[in-house]
């Protein structure tokens, strides 16, 4: 296990370097498209976007987590999965085709078509990827993912910022989308040379684990890719814009942080299929992990939107600012139950994260209709936030049920970390404010204090507690032992 563990962490750590480049280049991509283009730019091309996510949420087959799981793949489960991944990313781009014309008419706006018929091209070739390029997560091996995922993003940082210098246009942001998914494309084959022979010999195998998963991909998509489309025509292009930015930025801890760490932990849960005690403590420790990293990140990063938002972006995104603040802890929350589902698979139990989905979108869909024609952007932002309350308990019953013990567990493994969260949001929310001057410096000074404050108190405050508790092994012993090999490796350069 302790072998599995360190593969899983050595994983995760790639996953999280390749996203910490990504973010960088993609928060230049961002401040740089900001400040040359304006909000309606962004809600345009994010109804475009939500169309085709939310048709690939529809139909998503889950070719990697296929791949992962059957871990005695051969030729003709790899050849299915391509057979089935082409059409499906090729249908994709035939409705988004013919949805065209009636955006444009649906939205108001001619413009919307355009938008439509380039989107389409991403699918396609999105369908096309070499399923053998995923047998490196089985294997726990994330560095070509590492390298790729760079180059991906930085080829689309280019084209983006390119087109936006030379036409201050929303065809920046699809030029950037489209160059790194032609280059995902090409790469996938470069790292893994393969030859796939489309058939459908293995379609039952594929569909006895893809089916309920492609089930839960279109309840998932239901519930996060309607969003655009409710606010477009209840507040409009520019606040679309505004609640789609602010959800990209509240959503940083969770994508780069905590996804790379839930999605190195499922290969290590299918590896223990044999061992339904072994996976339940694995599945504890990654809940510890994500709590220790992400749910702090996620957290922090609502007390600095206020003076980060208008510095790095503009004073005419001042209205994305109150959905990080409301929506960012509550994400944060849902980071530490991210790999539930990653659990659940592994146990098998796809139909349990369906009906979990299912239970979710019927509940959060007609409050989040209703909130927002009735009160707006403001109405949209606090149903999204209760309805992060509601994902979190339903993620304890799959827990629960998954794995025969108190839905609290996983709360009481990241019990630490809760507490030291707690007095870092004390300081920042209380008394940072009250200390003489801090409202009147400037904004980057006070967000790099309040970064320096908040990352020590926690910090402190996690050791502490650790100590108090008698050093058990945990988040804190590997954080150390992480440091310490770093500081040895660095003596010895």
């Not at 061992?275 to 922090?300: N, T």
């Not at 530490?336 to 659990?343: E, I, M, R």
């Not at 006070?446 to 990352?455: S, T, Y």
């Amino acid at each position: 296990m302790t072998g599995l563990a360190g593969r899983a962490a050595r994983g995760a750590a790639f996953i999280v370097a390749a996203r910490a480049l990504m973010r960088l280049f993609g928060f230049v991509n961002t401040i740089v498209l900001a400040r040359l283009l304006a909000p309606e730019d962004f809600g345009l091309v994010a109804v475009g976007l939500t169309a085709m996510q939310l048709l690939q949420g529809f139909s998503d087959i889950g070719v990697s987590q296929a791949v992962v799981k059957f871990r005695d793949a051969d030729r003709r489960d790899l050849d299915t999965l391509f057979a089935l991944s082409a059409i499906r990313g090729f249908a994709i781009a035939a409705i988004l085709l013919i949805a065209a014309p009636f955006a444009a008419k649906f939205c108001g706006d001619p413009r919307m078509a355009a938008i439509f018929a380039a989107i389409a091209a991403y699918p396609a070739m999105n369908g096309l990827v070499n399923p053998r390029y995923f047998e490196f997560e089985r294997a726990l091996d994330f560095s070509k993912e590492f390298l790729s995922s760079a180059l991906i993003k930085f080829v689309g940082v280019a084209a983006s910022i390119a087109v936006a210098i030379a036409f201050r246009s929303y065809w920046a942001i699809i030029a950037g989308f489209l160059a790194g998914g032609a280059l995902q494309l090409a790469l996938s084959y470069v790292w893994r040379p393969y030859l796939p022979r489309p058939t459908f010999a293995s379609l039952q195998k594929v569909l006895g684990f893809s089916g309920w998963l492609t089930g839960v991909s279109f309840m998932a998509a239901l519930n996060n890719k309607l969003d655009a489309f409710v606010l477009a025509r209840a507040v409009g292009a520019s606040l679309t814009g505004n609640y789609y930015v602010g959800m990209q930025l509240a959503d940083l801890p969770t994508n780069e942080l905590a996804v790379p760490i839930a999605r190195a932990i499922y290969p290590g849960l299918s590896a223990m299929q044999g061992d339904l005690e072994r996976m339940r403590l694995a599945f504890l420790r990654g809940v510890e992990a994500l709590g220790a990293i992400a749910m702090p990140a996620a957290i922090g990063f609502a007390f600095v939107a206020r003076d980060l938002i208008p510095l790095l972006l503009g004073d005419k995104w001042a209205p994305a600012v109150p959905v990080v603040e409301m929506l960012a802890p509550v994400l944060g929350l849902q980071t530490l139950l991210v790999a539930t589902q990653f659990y659940a698979m592994a146990r098998g139990l796809t139909r349990l994260v369906f009906l979990r989905e299912t239970l979710f979108f019927l509940t959060r869909f007609p409050l989040f209709v209703w909130a927002s024609v009735a009160y707006g952007l403001a109405g949209a932002i606090l149903a999204s936030a209760l309805c992060g309350f509601i994902h979190i308990a339903l993620n304890l019953g799959v827990y629960a049920r998954a794995s025969g013990r108190p839905f609290w567990e996983p709360f009481w493994s990241a019990r630490r970390s809760f507490a030291a969260t707690g007095a870092m949001a004390l300081v920042l929310g209380i008394a940072l404010p009250l200390l003489p001057g801090f409202a009147q410096a400037s904004p980057a000074l006070r967000l790099a204090i309040e970064i320096a404050v908040g990352a020590c108190v926690y910090a402190g405050a996690h050791l502490a507690l650790w100590r108090a508790e008698g050093t058990p092994r945990g988040a804190e012993s590997a954080a150390l032992s992480a440091l310490r090999l770093g500081a040895a490796r660095l003596a010895r350069a």
